[in-house]
Structures are given as C-alpha cells and as structure tokens.
C-alpha cells in the first residue's frame, strides 16, 4: 500500500514494476544485476483516484504520460534495486499529491492610474536619455 495523502492510499496492485539493468553507478554490478526499476501506474483506469484528481493528472503535459493515461518512472539514480524502488514509490507519490489540489482561478486585475503614470513617465526619461547620446548636428556649419 502506497500512501499519498491522508485518506488516498494506492494498492500496491495497481502498481507494475520492472526491473532492467540500469546505465548509472554500480561498476561491474551494473553488468549483472537489474537495479533500475521502471514503475508503471495507470492514472486513466485507476479505482483510487476520484474523477476531479484523475482529469487534472491527465491534463498534465508531462512526457511521462503515455496517450493512454498510464505514467512511467523510471528510476536508477542508486546502486541498489531496493532504493531505485523507493525513489520511484516517493517520485510516484509526489505527481499524484499535485493534482490533489485544484488550483486557484486566477483574477484579472488592472494596472492603477499611478502605476500607468509611472510606467509612461520612465518610458519618456529613457527616450529622452537614449535621444541626446547622439552626435549633435547643426545645419548652420
């Protein structure tokens, strides 16, 4: 059982793992022993998951999303299967306690007139700093 917040727990079922040799630190471990672990969840059919959570995780662009809705962790930052399976269990975890909250609904807001004033006050100091940089021509000589 995966816990992920209070009152939303993942049977362990639900979740696939494999496990491939990893490309990371292990010497001449990484030639003999699968220590990555690639961690299989799928959001899109998923019983755990209530309709709210589940829309907000597949509207992700994440490119850990298959078209299907089912997310892959690949995990083999360690040298041992064990932990490469907790990092994926914790990465697994933390994606979906994102979508657990809805996020706020963003209110539209207008500059103040001071602020406006402010803004086209400095726009003519540089216009008038940038002007007199120039070499002054006369037409007299």
Sequence with gaps: MLEI????????????ERFVRSSGPGGQNVNKVATAVELRFDIANSPSLTEPVRARLLAKRDRRLTDEGVLVLSAQRFRTQDRNREDA???????IASGLKAPKKRIATKPSR????????EKRGRSTIKASRGARRTWDE
């Design 89 to 95: 269990r914790e990465r697994l975890a933390a994606f």
């Design 5 to 16: 917040a209070p009152g939303l727990d993942l049977p362990d079922e639900e979740l696939v």
């Design 114 to 121: 001071a602020a406006k004033k402010r803004r086209l006050d």
